[in-house]
């Protein structure tokens, strides 16, 4: 099954422009696939590293520009796959874009943090998040795609489970259990591998939910700074992301607080291990705020829309789940699973302090009746 992803337009237009491309995304993401299709068709001779190869990262460490183009030749796209294996990739990659100037160099790596080299005005970031609901409707149409909702809530869009069917959770307990922590402990910053995964299974059962550094170490049993610094390798390994606090005119706004969510449903649930039906299950407002929330940042990413993302809570427990900064305007949008509570956007409450405070801003109720239009359009 070969499925279209929605960023490729995006990198295509920033081939030969000068700068190297880097496509970003976990293990298992489809990066190969997509670099794969990106080249299909194309008339420039193009030539592969791939950083698994021992011989190829001596080759690419601590090399030089003429040492560079005895490899390549006269291939003019150099693509370097599993960059983040190769040491001092970040200085490889300056060569190419500051002494080969006429080649076009893709570097697919999973770490944000293994460019070593600062690329200031040197590169082009792409992110590669599992498959979205938005690519999937273009492959099969919305009908088809609708009416395998419940099942996404619960399996997710990692692309290897969505073309394997019936073999959801053998597939993502094996992502779990084999990829989801090989990285972070690659980079030698965890050495505590027993006290990353009880943080993580905390955050699964999280979603939704505001979240305190102090409250997670007391639950795991450690320090603020520990949790914290384990939270931000695993953003860095696109396991979870964080949402913060939306806080400007109104004096009891939480203003530090944050959320933190999942790229993909069905990594969050073979962390707790529980794959039952959504009709048995207590979590499913979570699930379908995180499904969401993680849908529409896949939306903003690709349609490339400069979008600040935020919630916002005061501390008499008002809240609502998402706000959009854009354009100089706010939208407001609170999720239900449940479409009978709304019948319509005109009957969507939200909380007089929020919208006295800030009455220029647009606000949307997002049911199973109409979120195809949030996590598919700009609205």
């Given at each position: ?16 422009k ?22 299909a068709?194309?008339?420039?001779k ?18 030089t ?6 490899l390549?030749?006269d ?5 370097i796959?599993?960059a ?24 697919a ?10 690329l200031t ?19 099969h ?40 922590y ?8 965890v ?6 995964e009880k ?14 550094y ?6 795991v049993?450690?320090?603020n ?31 530090k ?21 959504l009709e ?10 995180n ?9 903003l ?20 789940d ?10 407001a949008?609170?999720?239900?699973w449940?479409?009978t ?7 969507t409450?939200?909380?007089k ?27």
């Open positions: 099954m070969i499925i279209e992803r929605a960023i490729i337009p995006n990198i295509q237009q920033t081939l030969f000068g700068k190297a491309i880097l496509l970003m995304g976990p293990r298992q993401i489809g990066k190969t696939t997509l670099i794969e299709s990106l080249l068709g194309r008339k420039e193009n030539i592969i590293f791939n950083g698994d190869e021992a011989d190829i990262r001596q080759l690419l460490t601590q090399t520009s003429t040492r560079l183009r005895s390549i030749g291939s003019k796209i150099v693509v796959d599993e983040q294996r190769i040491a001092d990739i970040g200085i490889t990659l300056k060569l190419f874009t500051d002494q080969i100037k006429q080649v076009q160099v893709i570097a790596l999973e770490l944000a943090a293994s460019i070593n080299e600062p005005g040197r590169k082009f970031e792409y992110m590669l998040f599992p498959l979205s609901f938005a690519e999937m409707v273009r492959h149409g919305l009908l088809e795609e609708r009416r395998l909702l419940e099942h996404r809530l619960i399996y997710g869009y990692y692309p290897e489970v969505v073309t394997n069917p019936g073999q959801e959770k053998k597939l993502l307990k094996l992502l779990a259990d084999s990829y989801l090989k990285d972070l402990l690659a980079l030698g910053q050495n505590k591998p027993a006290l990353l943080i993580i299974n905390a955050l699964a059962l999280q979603i939704g939910s505001e979240v305190s102090y409250e997670l170490g007391q639950l049993g450690a320090d700074q520990t949790v914290e610094r384990y939270i931000d390798l695993l953003e860095k390994a696109y396991v979870v992301f964080r949402l913060p606090a939306y806080s400007r005119n109104v004096r009891n706004e939480i203003k607080g944050k959320k933190i969510y999942f790229y993909d449903n069905g990594i969050r649930n073979a962390v707790i291990g529980s794959f039952t039906p048995g299950r207590t979590d499913k407002g979570a699930l379908w705020e499904f969401l929330v993680s849908e529409r940042l896949k939306l990413h690709y349609q490339e829309v400069d979008a600040k993302r935020f919630f916002w809570r005061t501390t008499q427990q008002q809240e609502i998402y706000l959009e900064e854009r354009g100089g305007k706010l939208y949008y609170e999720f239900k449940s479409a509570k709304w019948k319509s956007k005109a009957k409450k939200f909380p302090t929020f919208t006295n405070a800030y009455p220029e801003s647009k606000t949307y109720g997002v049911t199973q009746d109409n979120f195809e239009d949030f996590i598919d359009i700009i609205i």
